[in-house]
């Protein structure tokens, strides 16, 4: 892959007009936004300002209740993604390349590399992380959990994402990751910018357990979402390199040590990572905000159009029609 397509840039004139027809749904939708409260106002302006917006306590009590018991049933269930990494099975000199490659590959590709577990050898959620040491656990949970359903659509959330990015876009991507300690570091555990789209890109992180130093916090550069031309160009960014251009401990560097029920909105065009957790797991929901083409054809998730049905016309907007089932 070369440079140029690693490179985050600006939108140009040119890519503000294509957008207009390509993207011609996200533009025409416009007209459904809703105004914004005062508080939604100061949150937009803080985005606007760092690229990011921490949002304590937006998920209420019980529905994150809800949410970690139809989550724990999914992982007992085994209805994580498979084939998976199974860090047990990571050799440090006959894997050196691909350790050196960030961990780096398409599921089919680690598969190759003998470095993956499948359905066929998964008995158990507790035989999984013993035997095989997962990093990371990816589950779609908007198909079976109604409390998914709503947070991931929750209107106060999508209101600030639609006047932050002046459409209404489509969520691209909904899952939820468990994340363990490991020997090895994989890709969104480097510091690195999200590449989907140089015109318009939000993500939304829900924390559904307590995040803690030990077990893996989010970090973003506050700033670096319009700092362009600093660290650009690569996939991943060392630790070096990151902290000669932002010193730890700097105001610049937003370290998530939040309770569960948090919501962090983040242009992640800016600098960001995972952590890798030394104790415990994390568990983090994600939802990825960028306009598509039409017949899109990825399929990150499953919605019930029984569940479609019951939404507003403007949470119905953010629905890819081929995400319904």
Known sequence: MSTASLTVRRPTLWDHVRGRFVYADSYAKRSLVNPLSAGQQRQLETLERD??????????????????????????SLDFEMPCLAQSRVD???????????????????AEWGVTFDRSEAQSYEQVVRDFNPSTLTLYMLERSEA????????????????????????????VRRNFPAPHRTMNHYWHRDLNTPLHLLKIFFFLSDCSADNG????VRGSHQALDVLNGKRYFT??????AYPPGSDAREVSLVKAGT????DT????RAQLPSAGYRD??????????????????????????????LQQAFIPPVMLV
């Open 51 to 76: 690229g990011s917006v921490v949002i304590e306590g937006r998920i209420p009590g019980e529905r994150l209740r809800a949410m970690q018991a139809d989550l724990d049933a999914a992982i007992r």
């Open 92 to 110: 440090d000199e006959r894997h050196a390349e691909l350790i050196r490659n960030f961990m780096y590959g398409s599921p089919r590709q680690l």
């Open 148 to 175: 998914f359903r709503q947070t991931w659509l929750d209107p106060y959330l999508l209101d600030i994402v639609t006047h932050y990015m002046g459409i209404v876009p489509k969520l691209s991507e909904a899952y």
């Open 217 to 220: 916090p989010h970090e973003f």
């Open 239 to 244: 630790d070096e390199e990151v902290d000669r």
């Open 263 to 266: 919501v962090v909105i983040e």
């Open 269 to 272: 065009r800016g600098l960001h």
């Open 284 to 313: 983090l929901g994600y939802a990825v905000f960028v306009p598509l083409r039409p017949f899109y054809h990825h399929r990150n998730y499953a919605y019930p159009r029984s569940a479609y049905d019951r939404l507003t016309p």
